[in-house]
């Protein structure tokens, strides 16, 4: 009885309550920091159309590990700067490089 309740408060502890997005590099021009396009999709209140929303995040990057075009996970956090307030958790899909195919042939 006393295992299932502490084993039902570590459950509790590792239960993140910050919020995760997933979306795409646009910029990494800043040092250890990138900014990323996060779209939904969400119906129209008046014309029932969906449509496509977006917006823009500022976020954490440690060790500029992110290439434009890279769709990354991101993770809410304390405020790093003015704008800052979200850190990288993983790269999901790294963008193509396109040109070094063409190149290696010759």
């Known amino acids: 009885m006393v295992a299932a309740a502490e084993a039902a408060a570590e459950m509790k ?3 993140s309550r910050r ?3 997933v979306g795409v590099v ?3 021009k800043m040092d250890e920091t990138v900014v990323v396009k996060v779209t939904r999709h969400a119906e129209d209140p008046l014309y029932g159309k969906r449509i496509v929303k977006s917006k823009k ?3 954490h990057d440690e060790e500029n590990v992110c290439n434009i075009g890279d ?3 991101i993770r809410e956090t304390r405020p ?3 704008t800052k307030r979200w850190e990288l958790v993983e790269i999901v899909r790294k963008a193509p490089i ?3 195919e063409a190149r ?3």
């Open 13 to 15: 502890e590792q239960i």
């Open 19 to 21: 919020k995760v997005r």
């Open 26 to 28: 646009v910029s990494n």
């Open 57 to 59: 995040y500022v976020a």
């Open 71 to 73: 769709q990354i996970r």
């Open 80 to 82: 790093l700067s003015r």
């Open 98 to 100: 396109f040109g070094s």
């Open 104 to 106: 290696v042939g010759g």
